[in-house]
Protein backbone atom coordinates (compact mmCIF):
# COMPACT_ATOMS: atom_id res chain seq x y z
CA UNK A 1 0.00 0.00 0.00
CA UNK A 2 2.94 2.38 0.81
CA UNK A 3 4.40 1.77 -2.54
CA UNK A 4 1.18 2.74 -4.46
CA UNK A 5 0.92 6.26 -2.40
CA UNK A 6 4.38 7.03 -3.17
CA UNK A 7 3.69 5.48 -7.31
CA UNK A 8 1.32 8.60 -7.33
CA UNK A 9 2.97 11.02 -5.52
CA UNK A 10 6.18 10.73 -7.95
CA UNK A 11 4.24 10.36 -11.05
CA UNK A 12 0.98 12.56 -9.93
CA UNK A 13 -1.27 9.81 -11.40
CA UNK A 14 -3.85 7.71 -9.38
CA UNK A 15 -2.21 4.38 -9.14
CA UNK A 16 -4.55 2.56 -11.00
CA UNK A 17 -4.04 4.47 -14.50
CA UNK A 18 -0.40 4.04 -13.77
CA UNK A 19 -1.05 0.04 -14.36
CA UNK A 20 -3.48 0.51 -16.96
CA UNK A 21 -0.98 2.55 -18.95
CA UNK A 22 1.95 0.78 -18.10
CA UNK A 23 1.03 -3.23 -17.85
CA UNK A 24 -2.83 -3.52 -18.50
CA UNK A 25 -3.13 -1.78 -21.97
CA UNK A 26 0.32 -2.30 -23.57
CA UNK A 27 0.47 -5.91 -22.90
CA UNK A 28 -2.90 -6.77 -24.03
CA UNK A 29 -4.58 -7.83 -20.75
CA UNK A 30 -7.95 -6.75 -21.79
CA UNK A 31 -10.04 -9.03 -19.29
CA UNK A 32 -7.87 -7.56 -16.53
CA UNK A 33 -8.64 -4.15 -14.21
CA UNK A 34 -8.95 -2.52 -11.13
CA UNK A 35 -11.31 -3.66 -8.39
CA UNK A 36 -12.62 -0.27 -7.86
CA UNK A 37 -16.25 -1.27 -8.08
CA UNK A 38 -18.43 -4.55 -6.50
CA UNK A 39 -20.13 -4.77 -9.75
CA UNK A 40 -17.56 -6.78 -12.30
CA UNK A 41 -18.96 -8.23 -15.50
CA UNK A 42 -19.12 -11.99 -15.59
CA UNK A 43 -18.94 -12.87 -11.78
CA UNK A 44 -20.18 -15.93 -11.34
CA UNK A 45 -21.21 -16.77 -7.65
CA UNK A 46 -18.43 -17.45 -5.12
CA UNK A 47 -18.61 -19.76 -2.06
CA UNK A 48 -16.94 -19.09 1.74
CA UNK A 49 -17.66 -21.22 4.83
CA UNK A 50 -20.03 -19.62 7.49
CA UNK A 51 -19.18 -16.57 9.63
CA UNK A 52 -15.66 -16.38 8.48
CA UNK A 53 -13.30 -14.72 11.59
CA UNK A 54 -13.51 -11.70 12.26
CA UNK A 55 -15.52 -10.99 8.87
CA UNK A 56 -18.75 -12.80 9.79
CA UNK A 57 -19.40 -13.61 6.01
CA UNK A 58 -22.26 -15.46 4.15
CA UNK A 59 -21.69 -18.64 2.36
CA UNK A 60 -22.27 -16.89 -1.01
CA UNK A 61 -20.59 -13.77 -1.85
CA UNK A 62 -22.48 -12.50 -4.78
CA UNK A 63 -25.95 -11.01 -3.80
CA UNK A 64 -28.28 -9.21 -6.85
CA UNK A 65 -25.15 -8.98 -9.03
CA UNK A 66 -22.56 -7.36 -6.58
CA UNK A 67 -19.33 -8.49 -4.48
CA UNK A 68 -20.63 -8.63 -0.91
CA UNK A 69 -18.46 -5.77 -0.31
CA UNK A 70 -16.02 -3.30 -1.89
CA UNK A 71 -12.68 -4.62 -2.60
CA UNK A 72 -11.23 -1.38 -3.30
CA UNK A 73 -9.83 -1.43 0.20
CA UNK A 74 -6.67 -3.80 -1.28
CA UNK A 75 -5.45 -0.72 -3.25
CA UNK A 76 -2.02 -1.79 -4.72
CA UNK A 77 -2.17 -5.05 -1.93
CA UNK A 78 -3.70 -7.45 -5.22
CA UNK A 79 -6.67 -5.14 -6.02
CA UNK A 80 -7.05 -6.47 -9.34
CA UNK A 81 -9.73 -8.78 -11.09
CA UNK A 82 -8.86 -10.87 -14.01
CA UNK A 83 -9.77 -14.50 -15.60
CA UNK A 84 -7.67 -17.35 -16.00
CA UNK A 85 -6.16 -16.82 -20.21
CA UNK A 86 -4.84 -12.96 -18.81
CA UNK A 87 -3.80 -14.30 -16.22
CA UNK A 88 -1.84 -17.17 -17.51
CA UNK A 89 -0.60 -14.53 -20.36
CA UNK A 90 0.72 -12.04 -17.67
CA UNK A 91 2.68 -14.71 -16.15
CA UNK A 92 4.53 -16.26 -19.36
CA UNK A 93 5.20 -12.61 -19.93
CA UNK A 94 7.15 -11.52 -16.79
CA UNK A 95 8.51 -15.05 -16.51
CA UNK A 96 9.83 -14.92 -19.90
CA UNK A 97 11.60 -11.52 -19.09
CA UNK A 98 9.13 -9.65 -21.35
CA UNK A 99 8.34 -7.15 -18.56
CA UNK A 100 10.90 -6.50 -16.68
CA UNK A 101 14.79 -6.29 -17.67
CA UNK A 102 17.26 -9.50 -17.67
CA UNK A 103 19.07 -8.28 -14.50
CA UNK A 104 15.52 -7.17 -12.70
CA UNK A 105 14.28 -10.77 -13.69
CA UNK A 106 17.24 -12.44 -11.70
CA UNK A 107 16.59 -10.88 -8.81
CA UNK A 108 12.86 -11.19 -9.10
CA UNK A 109 12.92 -15.25 -9.53
CA UNK A 110 16.07 -15.60 -7.00
CA UNK A 111 14.44 -16.81 -3.61
CA UNK A 112 15.27 -16.72 -0.27
CA UNK A 113 14.48 -20.14 1.88
CA UNK A 114 11.97 -19.55 4.36
CA UNK A 115 13.86 -20.75 7.84
CA UNK A 116 17.24 -19.32 6.87
CA UNK A 117 16.44 -15.92 5.24
CA UNK A 118 19.61 -16.60 2.83
CA UNK A 119 19.30 -17.30 -1.21
CA UNK A 120 18.21 -21.04 -1.41
CA UNK A 121 16.87 -23.44 -4.35
CA UNK A 122 13.29 -23.12 -3.53
CA UNK A 123 11.68 -20.89 -0.99
CA UNK A 124 10.08 -16.83 -1.83
CA UNK A 125 11.73 -14.27 -4.12
CA UNK A 126 10.20 -10.74 -4.80
CA UNK A 127 6.67 -11.66 -4.62
CA UNK A 128 7.27 -15.26 -6.28
CA UNK A 129 7.25 -18.60 -4.84
CA UNK A 130 10.02 -20.48 -6.29
CA UNK A 131 9.07 -24.46 -6.46
CA UNK A 132 12.35 -27.31 -7.00
CA UNK A 133 10.88 -29.83 -9.41
CA UNK A 134 12.50 -33.08 -11.03
CA UNK A 135 12.44 -31.08 -13.89
CA UNK A 136 14.08 -27.79 -12.61
CA UNK A 137 12.66 -24.56 -10.88
CA UNK A 138 8.67 -23.36 -11.21
CA UNK A 139 7.72 -20.09 -10.16
CA UNK A 140 4.06 -19.19 -9.09
CA UNK A 141 2.14 -17.78 -6.91
CA UNK A 142 -1.60 -18.17 -5.25
CA UNK A 143 -4.32 -15.67 -4.64
CA UNK A 144 -7.29 -15.14 -2.40
CA UNK A 145 -10.45 -13.49 -1.84
CA UNK A 146 -13.21 -14.67 0.04
CA UNK A 147 -15.55 -16.85 -2.49
CA UNK A 148 -12.00 -17.46 -4.91
CA UNK A 149 -9.07 -19.04 -5.11
CA UNK A 150 -6.71 -18.75 -7.99
CA UNK A 151 -2.95 -20.63 -8.78
CA UNK A 152 -0.62 -19.31 -11.06
CA UNK A 153 2.60 -21.63 -12.24
CA UNK A 154 5.18 -20.77 -14.77
CA UNK A 155 7.12 -24.24 -16.12
CA UNK A 156 10.75 -22.46 -17.35
CA UNK A 157 11.43 -26.03 -19.28
CA UNK A 158 8.49 -26.56 -21.70
CA UNK A 159 7.86 -22.45 -21.34
CA UNK A 160 4.75 -22.92 -20.25
CA UNK A 161 2.55 -20.85 -18.09
CA UNK A 162 -1.08 -22.25 -16.38
CA UNK A 163 -4.00 -20.52 -14.56
CA UNK A 164 -6.38 -22.09 -12.34
CA UNK A 165 -9.38 -20.17 -10.83
CA UNK A 166 -12.22 -21.51 -8.77
CA UNK A 167 -15.43 -19.93 -7.40
CA UNK A 168 -15.14 -21.39 -3.63
CA UNK A 169 -12.14 -20.44 -1.21
CA UNK A 170 -10.82 -23.14 1.66
CA UNK A 171 -13.14 -22.67 4.01
CA UNK A 172 -16.26 -23.02 2.00
CA UNK A 173 -15.91 -27.28 2.28
CA UNK A 174 -16.44 -27.09 -1.68
CA UNK A 175 -12.90 -27.85 -2.44
CA UNK A 176 -12.15 -31.48 -2.33
CA UNK A 177 -8.38 -31.24 -3.62
CA UNK A 178 -6.02 -27.90 -2.40
CA UNK A 179 -5.63 -25.88 -5.72
CA UNK A 180 -1.90 -25.97 -5.99
CA UNK A 181 -1.99 -29.90 -6.12
CA UNK A 182 -5.11 -29.43 -8.49
CA UNK A 183 -2.66 -27.39 -10.82
CA UNK A 184 0.32 -29.70 -9.96
CA UNK A 185 -1.84 -33.17 -11.63
CA UNK A 186 -2.72 -30.64 -14.56
CA UNK A 187 0.78 -29.77 -14.81
CA UNK A 188 1.99 -33.91 -14.74
CA UNK A 189 -0.76 -34.64 -17.47
CA UNK A 190 0.83 -31.98 -19.44
CA UNK A 191 4.23 -32.76 -18.88
CA UNK A 192 3.09 -36.59 -20.42
CA UNK A 193 1.24 -35.52 -23.30
CA UNK A 194 4.42 -33.35 -24.12
CA UNK A 195 6.68 -35.99 -24.00
CA UNK A 196 4.73 -38.35 -25.95
CA UNK A 197 3.04 -40.70 -22.99
CA UNK A 198 -0.37 -39.39 -23.44
CA UNK A 199 -2.83 -38.28 -25.67
Known sequence: ??????????????????????????????STSPSTTRKFPGLVQGYTGDHVAPYDLPPKVVENGLYIYHPEFEYTGGGVVSNSPDLARWTKLLYEGKVFSQERLKELLQPMGFRTGKPAESGYGYGVFVYKTQKGPAYGHSGFFFGYETELLYLPDIKCALALQVNADQTSGKIKMPTMRALMEMVKVLREVMEGGGS
Open 1 to 30: LLIGLIIEKITGNAYYDEVQNRIFKPFKLN
